[in-house]
């Protein structure tokens, strides 16, 4: 199956350009990206269930309160 969409022409011309690096068409570099891009997706949103906010307080107060070290400085 295949579809359109519209995207910007710069942004289509750097795809192009990434693409021809890496010797693929243009249709299958953007559809690599967005495969990649889904699959992060899915695997942030998979990681977000295990987050427990009672655990991440409970973490942030074994965190001493102390000024930090010269070379940890800005």
Known sequence: MSKSIAVPEDLYNKAAELAARDHVSVDDFVSSLLASRLANRAY????????????????????????????DRQ
């Open 44 to 71: 942030i949103e998979t990681r977000a269930h295990l987050f427990s906010r009672e655990e991440f307080e409970r973490a942030l107060n074994e965190i001493p309160d102390v000024e930090p070290e010269p070379h």
